[in-house]
């Protein structure tokens, strides 16, 4: 069974500018996942999808912060313009129908804002 | 200059000997949890979970206690292996499926 698979690896860019980030889940999965986990810290939830509808965004900053999932299937992060701050690993995750349970995570990708 | 952030607590042990890491959770009504263990440029990986109705919980070579008085989760590794090098993550739901974790603890494995 494929994982979560997570694009691009590393990115590098300078403050100001704009950047997305691409998850495919695992097929079938429901429910999609994008988490922010900063340098010695636990991931923290951004935004949780159900199909291609928002269960949850409370801790997505919007200001700057945007997210689409526009079939249900592969979804795409963006900041814009982005902070030295939002240096972090963006985790995508996965599972079948809510089920923390069985969710699976992506490698992630490394964000390093200069 | 230093960032807390990069400051994981850390456990050194012998390889062969058993590990303890330690986990207080913060919402008494939490009522799962899990242990995921993320090695360096993955995503974290599911180890073991627990659920509240359970004080202990056993998988091949792990064990998870959970004191629910003092909300306070512990992750025990039997043998530990060089494998088991990672940082080591608790993780608690409340309700509505989400997941709220931890501070890591990174496990070093000494030869």
């Known amino acids: 069974e494929a994982g979560v698979a997570q694009s691009p690896r590393y990115k590098i860019i300078e403050k100001r500018q704009s950047v997305a980030f691409w998850c495919n889940p695992i097929s079938g999965h429901a429910t999609l996942y994008w988490y922010q986990q900063i340098l010695g810290q636990g991931p923290k939830l951004l935004i949780q999808?159900?199909?291609?509808?928002?269960?949850?965004d409370s801790q997505l900053p919007k200001d700057r912060f945007s997210a689409e999932r526009l079939k249900g299937v592969d979804s795409t992060l963006k900041i814009q313009p982005a902070k030295l701050e939002d240096s972090a690993v963006y985790l995508c995750?996965?599972?079948?129908?809510?089920?923390?349970?069985?969710?699976?995570f992506g490698s992630g990708t490394q964000l390093s804002v200069l | 200059g230093e960032s807390v952030g990069l400051h994981l607590p850390t456990l050194s042990v012998q390889e062969g000997d058993n590990s303890i890491i330690n986990c207080a959770y913060s919402?008494?009504?939490?009522?799962?949890f899990i242990w995921y263990k993320q090695e360096s440029g993955k995503g974290p990986q599911f180890i073991i979970d627990i659920r509240s109705n359970m004080d202990k919980r056993q998988g091949q070579r792990v064990t998870v206690l959970l004191n629910k008085t003092v909300k306070h989760l512990s992750l025990q590794i039997a043998a530990t292996q060089p494998g088991d090098s990672a940082v080591y993550f608790c993780?608690?739901?409340?309700?509505?499926?989400?997941?709220?974790f931890g501070g890591g603890t990174r496990v070093l494995v000494k030869p």
């Open positions: 995750a996965s599972s079948p129908g809510g089920l923390v349970e069985k969710l699976f």
């Open positions: 919402n008494s009504a939490s009522d799962y």
């Open positions: 999808f159900q199909n291609n509808g928002v269960v949850d």
């Open positions: 993780a608690e739901e409340a309700a509505g499926n989400k997941l709220t």
